[in-house]
């Protein structure tokens, strides 16, 4: 681990993003000083701040249930990388992978 | 995989310990829309013919909620009691799968559309029953994959699978029990409330074998009257009541068994093999998840108001439970009976249309649960879209009842009302089908049978006991039905003497 | 000057006037885009595809709903459309491999109304990858140059439509802004950049990089074209269910030539003395302009301001790394076989996201991770709440509120190696951003920057309060008029020396 701030490798895992070796080095200590840079963040006191998601301040916005038009199979399926008999074929599926 | 045949523990084993069971239900909202987007949540389809934009995850689509599947779930909560919080929010739920086409699923997380509440159910043999509900939640569904290579079609062995997106997006509520439910039995019970009250409230079709309902239990033991709960296991894969029932009671065994040999239970994820009857380990590389949940920044947060929740309260229609509780006191149903007709809403609604009208609910159960349900068996129409409307049923009822027609007439009648219509009062009257029991009148088709059967009379003052019957179906027949037959027996025998 | 040249040069309002009076044809300006086009930008490098065929069919329908007695604001007008933003039948990159032989196959919200109102699609333009940089630099696919020094980036993530205006590539440009990215490549660039309220223009088709801040806006030569530009694009849409639905009222019929009785803050943390005495003198100059045009210069203070920096970082690349979780190699974009799915993911994010784009997903995916989601997520959202506050207060003693738009003029390429460097070039802008304000860059002047030879413009920004578009562009309006700064440099530069 380049770093004992982020463990790059577990954080990669969840984002399903292959690193090399110095990819790990270099990304470890990149986020690193970004966080020693977030961290400036501490000197905020927000212990009576509520969180902000959204600064829309909208509430309940919902469409009608009503069927609308689908894209067509061909464009549906134009940009695969791989289709099959109007499916889309990926590898195979290792079970409980997630 | 680890497959481990159970055998049945000694019964004694069975009942040193309790079974803790909590259910987790995903059903499918009976919407016209997906939840996020505009294609028709319709089942089957060409693959991936039911799909847009946003249901596909295309770069720069976004989601916009479906109010109705809103409603729904609204709906739902008020059924079984849950709080309906004032405020909501969708959030995001991130993994990664090939069926799950945006890699992160919207659902809830702290602050669901609904929270607590108690499915109230019942048991075959009558015994009433409760379990809690953690919360209902909405989310969406994912599509569908079909495992290629393997030859069964399983996932194991598969060399590539092939996905379609129809299913994705579908709106999807979680249902979450808290492990009140003790038994495989109950749980099935449990699972049969919840089915009859969402079709009851026409928010899903809850069809198993379409896949509108998947569930999971999770299953521990502990000693009978201990406090706290065993180890427990969650037990996936199981597609009908039926295999609910059947892994519930092989993961209760297998416990079981375990901890009669002094062994340990392993909390984990066990499959459901319907072939096989057993339940086997899941845990191929088990590893905590980390949905790494947070607000939709895509959606915004949901207030229900007061007045809303009113305004669903006040359209719900009776309940199941309410109706199962109504007919086993009040009309003193058979839990059976009772059960059946609950199960089947219009048939339930037309039997209390009728005994409304009837005031004998004995009366209009043998028909709805008999001749009626007969008929609509074999016509395959619906008693409550019958041409037998519920007042007319209740005039039947009324004439039978009054005795005013013998049973034999009222099968006739009714089927007249099956196939034609009309008031059975008015068929009775017409056709002069009122029961005869007047001596004189009665007399009078004997007088006529005795005259034109010598040779039956003869026998009869032979001994022959037979002659006897076949001069009361001459004049039944005479009588087109109408005679009380009792009476004609005793006039015979009188004339014969 | 030729004809074309001068099609090149007109402002929206004026093409789009000549073709409602039929005076040109539709067909005309897109026949002379499509001929000058791609020699235009040989050197320059705004666009990653062009397309003229598309050019040609709107500007047919243009001319039959003109001649059908149709007046459409854009009538004609030639834009050029950032490659974030889905055009049917269109390659759509987002300057990343992921995404490079991607065809939209439908149309964003924003473009499909910028087309009815009558512009003309030249083409797509580059853009840092997945809108992440302030440099351009950052686009997998092409190297867009600044055109009033090709030695210098044209700022981003929306360079390649900042330069095309700023070039003459295009009449109009569309870009998003997420954290500054259309008003720091606008001030680089000597143009209006223009960012409207989050909400005002519909997100939908907009690739996502961070949804609650990713907001599509103008660019223009003019504020006045800004303006029409951008009331032909805001405005509620029901599939985007954070776009307002509130009245959008035109702002092109609110533009005005004074500030008599507008109060602007100058925001006491946003001093420019560190920026050095040549760009202190200009923005002290910008200042003294807007109190000459009758405005009344008050000393605001945004104290939490200086955390809007950390709180991006964190919120952007949280949002970012969930959605940028879709492009896995199964529906559309790159794949790169792997023996099993996971692999598939594994090979295919690896090889298809940037340097940048990767840093984000993992420090994002990090702030939402298991047990440091309430350190760092829930934190800067926390802080969010307080910078929208300060500038709530803030705007109670202002109307509108003046800054630098960026910390330097446009620098050279690979200049800013450390990414938080480069992160620093937005310091004006994302607390902007992370309020939801409506804001925009507006040229005040140039430099001569330390490392280089020719004058650089620089850019004003100004932020007003949530949905104050009117007030906004009224504003500079007045004082684009009264200085006239983006005349003031040389023609800009579209090819390079012999
Ligand atoms: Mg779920
Ligand atoms: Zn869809």
């Known amino acids: 681990m380049a770093s004992d701030r982020i463990d790059v490798r577990h954080v990669a895992k969840l984002a399903r993003l292959a690193l090399t070796e110095s990819e790990v080095l270099r990304y470890g200590s990149q986020l690193a000083g970004l966080l020693t840079f977030v961290d400036e963040l501490r000197g905020l006191d927000t212990e009576h701040v509520g969180a902000t998601a959204q600064v829309v301040e909208s509430r309940n916005v919902t469409r009608p249930d009503v069927v609308g038009p689908c894209l067509s199979r061909e464009d549906a399926l134009a940009g695969a990388p791989q289709a099959q008999n109007g499916f889309f074929r990926v590898p195979k599926i290792i079970a409980a992978a997630e | 995989m680890i497959s481990e045949r159970s055998s049945v523990p000694p019964a004694d084993a069975a009942a040193k310990y309790e079974a803790v069971i909590g259910i987790e239900c995903h059903v499918e909202l009976k919407t016209a829309s997906k939840m996020f987007c505009g294609c028709p949540n319709a089942f089957g389809g060409e693959p991936n013919t039911q799909v847009c934009p946003v249901c596909l995850a295309l770069p720069g689509a976004l989601p916009v909620p479906n109010a109705a599947a809103i409603e729904h779930m609204i709906r739902a909560g008020l059924a079984f009691d849950c709080a309906i919080p004032a405020f909501s929010k969708f959030d995001r739920k991130n993994y990664f799968y090939p069926d799950m086409p945006k890699d992160y699923q919207i659902s809830q997380y702290d602050m669901p559309l609904t929270q607590g509440g108690v499915v109230r159910y019942w048991l075959a043999d009558g015994t009433l029953r409760e379990c809690r509900l953690t919360r209902i939640h909405l989310e969406e569904d994912t599509g569908k994959s079909t495992h290629a290579g393997s030859g069964d079609g399983r996932i194991a062995g598969s060399t590539y699978s092939l996905v379609d997106f129809n299913r994705a997006g579908v709106p999807l509520m979680e249902c979450v029990s808290d492990p009140d439910i003790r038994s495989a039995d109950e749980a099935v019970a449990f699972l049969d409330a919840l089915k009859r009250t969402f079709v009851q409230l026409g928010i899903s079709d809850v069809k198993m074998e379409e896949g509108s309902l998947r569930c999971d239990a999770n299953v521990s033991l502990r000693l009978r009257g201990a406090a706290e709960y065993g180890t427990k296991t969650e037990i996936k894969n199981m597609n009908s009541f039926r295999s609910v029932h059947r892994a519930i009671q092989s993961e209760i065994e297998r416990q079981t068994g375990l901890l009669e040999r002094g062994e340990r239970i392993i909390q984990e994820t066990r499959g459901w093999d319907e072939a096989g009857g057993v339940t086997h380990s899941m845990r191929s590389k088990e590893k905590a998840h980390d949905y790494r949940y947070f607000p939709d920044p895509d959606l915004v947060p949901m207030e229900i108001d007061a007045a809303t929740v009113e305004r669903v309260r006040a359209a719900l229609p009776e309940l199941p439970i309410a109706r199962y509780e109504r007919y086993v006191d009040a009309y003193k149903l058979s839990v059976a009976q009772a059960t059946q007709l609950v199960d089947n809403a219009s048939l339930a609604e037309y039997f209390d249309r009728a005994v409304d009208s009837a005031k004998s609910p004995a009366g209009v159960l043998n028909f709805v649960l008999g001749d009626l349900s007969r008929l609509a068996n074999e016509s395959g129409i619906e008693v409550a879209h019958s041409k037998v409307t519920p007042e007319a049923l209740a005039e039947l009822v009324a004439l039978t009842d009054a005795k005013t027609i013998n049973s034999k007439v009222a099968k006739d009648v009714l089927v007249r009302l099956w196939n034609d219509g009309g008031s059975a009062k008015a068929i009775v009257q017409a056709d002069g089908l009122a029961q005869v029991s007047d001596p004189a009148a009665v007399g009078a088709f004997v007088d006529a049978a005795l005259a034109a059967n010598p040779k039956s009379v003869a026998d009869f003052a032979a001994g022959k006991e037979n002659a006897l019957k076949f001069l009361i179906g001459q004049v039944m027949k005479a009588s087109r039905g109408t005679a009380n037959p009792a009476l004609v027996e005793t006039v015979l025998r009188d004339r014969m003497r | ?498």
Not at chain 3, 242 to 261: C, M, Q, V, Y
Not at chain 3, 311 to 327: H, Q
Not at chain 3, 384 to 390: E, F, L, M, P, S
């Open chain 3, 1 to 498: 000057m030729s004809a074309d040249d001068l099609l090149f040069t007109s402002g929206a309002r004026a093409i789009a006037r000549s073709v409602n009076r039929r005076e040109r044809s539709a067909a005309d300006i897109a026949e002379a885009v499509r001929v000058a086009l791609p020699e235009r930008d040989r050197d320059l490098g705004a666009y990653l595809t062009l397309t003229p065929d598309l050019m040609r069919q709107h500007a047919r329908r243009v001319d039959e709903r003109i001649a059908a007695g149709e007046t459409l604001p854009l009538a004609g007008v030639p834009v050029a459309i950032k490659d974030n933003m889905c055009l049917r039948g269109t390659r759509t990159t987002c300057g990343s491999k992921m995404l490079e032989n991607w065809i939209a196959p439908y149309t964003a919200t924003a473009v499909g109304r910028l087309l009815a109102a009558g512009a003309l699609p030249i083409g797509k333009t580059n853009m840092d990858e997945f809108a992440m940089g302030s440099s351009c630099e950052n686009s997998a696919l092409r190297t867009t140059r600044n055109p009033y020094d090709f030695d210098r980036v044209p700022g981003g993530s929306s360079g390649g439509s900042a330069a095309a205006v700023g070039a003459e590539l295009a009449t109009l440009a569309l870009g998003s802004d997420t954290g500054g990215s259309i008003r720091e490549p606008a001030a680089f660039c000597n143009v209006v950049g223009f960012k409207p309220t989050y909400g005002r223009v519909s997100r939908y088709g907009l690739i996502a990089f961070a949804s609650s801040l990713d907001q599509i806006g103008p660019f223009a030569r003019t504020v006045e074209d800004a303006a029409l530009a951008y009331d032909a694009i805001a405005g509620y849409d029901p599939l985007d269910a954070t776009s307002l639905n509130a009245p959008n009222e035109p702002t092109a019929d609110a533009l005005r030539t004074d500030l008599r009785g507008m109060r602007v803050g100058i925001v006491k943390e946003f001093g420019t003395a560190d920026l050095g005495p040549a760009i202190h003198a200009a923005y002290a100059q910008a200042y003294a302009d807007l109190a000459a045009l009758g405005a009344e210069l008050v000393e605001v203070e945004l104290p939490t301001a200086k955390y809007g920096l950390a709180t991006y970082y964190l919120i952007a690349p949280a949002e970012c790394s969930s959605n940028l979780a879709r492009f896995d190699g199964v529906r559309y974009g790159l794949r790169v076989d792997g023996a099993d799915v996971g692999e598939m993911y594994e090979k295919t994010r690896a090889a298809g996201f940037g340097d940048e784009v990767k840093r984000r997903i993992l420090i994002g995916t990090y702030a939402l991770s298991s047990g440091y989601y309430d350190a760092y997520y829930v934190k800067a959202q926390k802080a969010r709440t307080a910078i929208a506050d300060d500038f709530k207060r803030a705007f109670a003693r202002c109307d509108l509120i003046a800054s630098p738009a960026a910390s330097t003029p446009a620098f050279t390429f690979n200049a800013k190696s450390d990414p938080v460097a480069m992160y620093l070039m937005d310091y004006y802008t994302i607390p902007v951003s992370l309020a939801g304000l409506p804001a925009l860059s507006v040229p005040c002047g140039a430099v001569v920057p330390e490392d280089g030879t020719r004058p650089m413009p620089l850019g004003l920004q100004l932020a007003a309060p949530l949905f104050s578009e009117r007030l906004l562009l009224g504003a500079a309006h007045a004082y684009e008029r009264a200085t006239q700064h983006a005349l003031k440099l040389p023609r800009p530069q579209i090819a390079k020396a012999p």
